[in-house]
């Protein structure tokens, strides 16, 4: 007895209970690419149309909504003026529905996914939050009062390190040691959103992991709207840039 009594006042004391790391990081889910359609052609914007309705756009009265172009085979955004950004949104309408996209943004704008979105950037934003603080693909209430406002990680200072924040319902997938290991800045990584019904249920991945899974309890929106892309007004953006390529769309049957 003597000796276990010991045995477990040494543990108490250590300061730490080594545990193995996981040997790799989580692996991507097999996705059904069928029913996928395209909705950028690579070349124009063809299908989408700029708003300058957001909040985003004070700076120049909502007179622009940031500059979008298409550069090598991405839409590409920034400021067009210091402070003032804007959403390029389809104009095809969705209810139901699954996008996925490639991303390849300068760390420090803060952009986003919207989905059903109004012109007015009133939306369930899949949050691409680039940047020192930001998140990635935590799901945040755009224009409707800031909830909902979920996520489980925090950037740091660097692209390369992020902090677990505690939400219980869907813990992190990635340990912050992994994070290094599993996102790569500077190279296109793959973001996927799911949303369906209204109140809604949002599925978010990264790099084909799933990353966050939201059921809303309340009806914020209506049943359908436009997939848009931000570059969030405020500060001085104009010398860095979105891009997201190889978007796609898959309409879901109810």
């Known amino acids: 007895m003597r000796s276990a009594a010991l045995a477990l006042a040494l543990l108490a004391a250590s300061p730490a209970v080594w545990l193995p790391a996981r ?6 889910e097999k996705f059904d690419e069928s029913g996928f359609v395209s909705i950028f052609d690579g070349k124009t914007l063809d299908g989408w ?8 756009s004070g700076t120049t009265k909502n007179k622009s909504g940031g500059k979008w172009v298409v550069e090598k085979g991405a839409i590409t955004g920034t400021q067009d003026v210091p402070g003032n950004g804007g959403i390029v949104i389809t104009e095809k309408e969705y209810g139901d529905f699954e996008v996925a996209l ?16 109004t012109e007015t950037g009133k939306c369930y934003q899949a949050m691409i939050d680039y940047h020192a603080n930001g998140n990635l693909m935590g799901i945040y209430g755009e224009g409707i009062g800031g909830k909902p406002h979920v996520q489980n ?5 660097t692209v390369t390190e992020i902090k677990v ?3 219980k319902p869907f813990p992190c997938p990635v340990t912050a040691e992994e994070w290094p290991k599993f996102w790569k800045h500077g190279e296109w990584n793959e973001l996927r959103a799911r949303v369906e019904g209204n109140p809604p249920k949002i599925t978010t991945w990264i790099k084909g992991v799933k990353f966050m899974e939201f059921q809303d309890t309340e009806k914020r929106l209506a049943d359908k709207g436009g997939i848009a892309l931000q570059v969030h007004g405020g500060g001085d953006y104009t010398k860095q840039f979105v891009r997201y390529r190889n978007i796609r769309v898959k309409e879901l049957k109810k």
Do not use: Q
Request: charge should be neutral; avoid cysteine; hydrophobic fraction near 30%.
């Open 165 to 167: 924040t505690e939400y």
């Open 102 to 117: 490639e991303t390849n943004n300068d760390f420090g704008p803060d952009s986003g996914l919207f989905l059903r979105s």
């Open 153 to 157: 990680f925090t950037f740091l200072k």
């Open 49 to 56: 149309k700029v708003s300058a309705k957001t909040g985003h």
């Open 23 to 28: 040997a790799e990081v989580p692996k991507p």
